[in-house]
């Protein structure tokens, strides 16, 4: 490993055996000397084009496998450094190579343990994996070796070096490639040995998983001046889908623009394009977020001088990377930041800074991270370069990240506000454009809740799915529609009545609130959508998000009816017609999947949101729940909402006739959503509700694999599960969501024997929808 022989010996975080920071740091010599866990990077280079790793022979002088060949660069993190520019600066310092971070690409964590010099040195080492991929090999004559680190460097074929490795060639540092570290050479060959024919074929059944569906919603209740309007929110639509896609992935808009250029050089890239616009990423919603693309796939950067001049030799041109694993954190947070260092930073902030870390509108992002920071600029402003505190965590609001599109976007909105002739809209538009310059989204928000136009729009950031490792950040989208006015007056009853329904909730009085706003309900046929739809599509949402306005004002929801009216066609009947017992598929209906719908989303304005813990704080259950809230509330929205329908009919607000189809609707829509993948908010909270009610006897599964309900025991079944979830939400209860999502959350051989069956009828998953109305309405102005 890489050390300093500068008179300062660095000192190393001290880990527990599991790899969590112990709080202790010490000096490098008696971390070794004690064999205390802690952490290093490997960085390898490979060269796609001679399929060659780059290895470095360590120099003599070394205390640790002196004169034998080993990884392109390593070394120790040092105490309060992160891992991805120790992964930078140890290239740097060792072989004087510059590369920006997104040349590196995480593979895997390798933890080696051993004891080399006669006992003297004990290596308990977590080492970070990065994987640099050049086109070609970079020059000899272009490295710049640090003497008393590296001696010499040279390529080896990979499968050489993984030989070497298997005899124990005695010139190269060890490593049990049938172990951990295999993983390497995996990763290799399977990258590289593409087979065309079969990817294509894998790629074409993950897209027809999803039912292409023609979105042709008339415009002809718009005024002329609200289509002018239109064609400026829909611009307006299309920038806020770019910013989604950085928000995924700092390399993600590169990998986009490349897979769409090259994507009719072959039916193979048609494909890779096809999927990947459904996914806006390389990671597939409906596989558990599984990458379907590689590093491989990416794009292709030049650096013309992250090395010393070679003549003739224009620089090195490298794959930008991405990881294999979908980062939690999104692009919301440095990749290589874990919570562990988000929490201590966010215990040194004052009161207002951690409410700014921890809400919705802002990036966290390290102050090395900026347009300048190669890292030779940050060694040449660090001083000695032993240690320099540039790894610490920053606060930026989202008008600051991405300013530049959210200028653009504003304008847009502003000019689009001009031209409509809706007092609402107007108000609409012209907030939400400032509260993209601003960061203050209150005002806007207000606005969105009392718009009252035949144009709908909703526009901003909103959802915090992408963000599973605190549940905190929201992600840009846009739904521009059509109001219906008639679906809409049929569906007032239900924000009517939202206090009946708060004040009866299946849960202790205390924690229920006396004052819930009546949620305004809106219906419209949707025209396009941007941003934040990726994968499987949402039939309706219910906002803001904001808990100050939750409490003053209580939420508005939105119903996409052409979109819920696709699913239950195309899905959830071709569902009930494999899965559902023959007796009960007469209960299978569209009101009752659409009207569920409508309870989902006004129960989300329901149950406890502001809370007070224990110990007299006042906190919200989005703080408290952390990344589980949105699995537990989307099973709180589900299932209450079936707890409010039976309510509702005992009210004799809905007819009982009701009862029967609205439990084999919703038995059929488990299905529907699990399919969405246990990775994902709305599948987790399915699978959680189908297998407590088929543990409570609610739910039963037949000899010939079919599902029926129990209407005996279903209410009683609902009901004690809405009791469960609503009282760990109003405790703020974090130990108990966990345990309720670890018991239920999970894929359970009745769900198995249910998705197989649809996975052989190849029943669509979800639809992709075309937004042929928008795309001619567009094609038009231009």
């Known amino acids: 490993m890489a050390e300093s022989h500068l008179q300062e010996e660095e000192h190393l975080d001290v880990l527990t055996r599991t790899g969590e920071k112990t709080g202790v740091s010490k000096l490098r010599s008696l971390v070794h000397r004690d064999g205390d866990y802690h952490r290093a990077v490997h960085v ?93 090999p970079i020059p000899m004559e272009a490295f710049t070796l640090e003497e008393s680190e590296v001696s010499s460097v040279k390529y080896i074929h990979w499968k050489d070096y993984k030989n ?92 986009r623009d490349w897979l769409k250029e090259r994507s009719n050089t072959s039916s193979l890239d048609r494909l890779k394009w096809m999927y990947y616009s459904i996914n806006k990423s390389p990671w597939s919603s409906l596989d558990e977020n599984e990458a379907f693309l590689t590093t491989a796939d990416s794009a292709v950067k030049l650096l013309a001088k992250s090395t010393k001049p070679v003549s003739g030799w224009e620089g090195i041109e490298y794959r930008a990377a991405f990881p294999m694993m979908k980062p939690p954190g999104a692009n919301f947070y440095p990749p290589d930041m874990d919570k562990k260092e988000f929490e201590l930073w966010k215990g040194s902030l004052n009161a207002s800074e951690q409410e700014a870390a921890t809400g919705f509108f802002s990036v966290i992002r390290r102050h090395v991270d900026t347009p300048s920071s190669t890292v030779s600029h940050l060694m040449d402003h660090s001083g000695s370069g032993q240690h320099f505190n540039l790894d610490c965590l920053t606060i930026v609001p989202f008008s600051q990240e991405y300013k530049a599109l959210l200028v653009k976007a504003a304008d847009l909105l502003f000019r689009a506000s001009e031209l409509s002739d809706s007092s609402s809209l107007k108000k609409l538009l012209e907030t939400k454009g400032n509260a993209f310059l601003s960061n203050d989204y209150y005002e806007s928000d207000i606005a969105w809740m009392e718009l009252d136009s035949k144009l709908d729009v909703t526009i901003g950031p909103y959802e915090t799915y992408e963000d599973t490792l605190f549940g905190y950040k929201a992600t840009f989208e846009a739904f521009v529609g059509i109001r219906d006015d008639i679906a809409t007056s049929q569906v007032k009853l239900f924000g009517d009545h939202l206090q009946d329904l708060e004040q009866n909730l299946p849960m202790d009085s205390m924690y229920k609130s006396k004052d819930v ?178 543990e409570n006897g609610a739910f039963l599964m037949h000899e010939n694999g079919t599902f029926s309900v129990d209407f005996m025991k279903v209410e009683g079944a609902v009901e004690n599960l809405s009791r469960e979830i609503l009282t760990i939400q109003a405790k703020g209860d974090k130990p108990a969501a966990m345990s309720l999502l670890q018991r239920y959350a999970k894929m359970t051989q009745p769900l198995h024997i249910a998705l197989e069956k649809l996975e052989r009828v190849q029943v669509p998953v979800d639809i992709a929808p075309i937004f042929s109305v928008a795309d001619k309405f567009l094609e038009k102005i231009h």
């Open 44 to 136: 390898w280079i490979y060269s796609e084009s001679t399929q060659e790793l780059l290895v470095q022979k360590r120099a003599d002088c070394k205390d640790s496998w002196p004169g034998q060949w080993d990884i392109s660069s390593a070394g120790h993190i040092s105490a309060g450094d992160s891992s991805l520019l120790s992964a930078r600066r140890e290239l740097y310092e060792e072989l004087g190579i510059d590369l920006p971070k997104d040349a590196f690409e995480l593979l895997f964590v390798f933890l080696q343990e051993c004891v080399i010099n006669n006992g003297n040195y004990i290596n308990n080492e977590f080492n970070d994996v990065y994987l640099v991929t050049t086109l070609s």
């Open 517 to 694: 706003v009546a949620a305004p309900i809106r219906v419209i046929q949707l025209v396009y959508n941007a941003g934040d739809v990726k994968g499987p599509q949402t039939v309706a949402f219910n906002l803001p998000n904001d808990e100050r306005i939750v409490n003053e004002r209580g939420t508005s929801m939105v119903l996409l009816k052409n979109v819920s009216e696709a699913k239950f066609k195309h899905i959830l009947q071709p569902i009930a017609d494999v899965c559902i017992k023959e007796d009960q598929k007469e209960f299978i209906d569209f009101e009752s999947f659409y009207t569920h719908t409508i309870c989902h989303e006004c129960c989300h304005g329901i149950g406890p949101h502001t809370i007070i813990l224990p110990n007299g704080v006042q906190s919200t259950v989005r703080l408290e729940l952390q990344e589980l809230h949105s699995a537990l509330e989307e099973a709180k929205a589900d299932i209450v909402g079936l707890w409010a329908l039976k309510f509702l009919v005992d009210q004799e607000l809905l007819p009982k006739s009701f009862l029967k189809s609205m439990y084999v609707s919703f038995l059929a829509g488990c299905f529907r959503s699990i399919r969405f993948g246990l990775e994902e908010a709305h599948g987790k909270g399915q699978a959680l509700q189908f297998n407590w009610l088929h």
């Open 164 to 255: 070497v490795l298997e005899e124990g060639d005695e010139q190269y540092v060890p490593y049990d490639v049938t172990g951990q570290y295999g993983q390497l050479f995996i990763i290799i060959e399977q990258r590289y040995k593409e087979n065309m024919e079969a990817r294509s074929l894998n790629l074409q059944k993950k897209l027809n998983r999803y039912a292409p569906i023609y979105m042709e919603p008339k415009l002809s209740g718009l005024s002329d001046a609200d289509k002018e309007s239109l064609s400026y929110i829909l611009r307006a639509a299309m920038v806020v889908d770019d910013i989604f896609y950085i928000q995924v992935w700092h390399s993600n808009p590169m990998l």
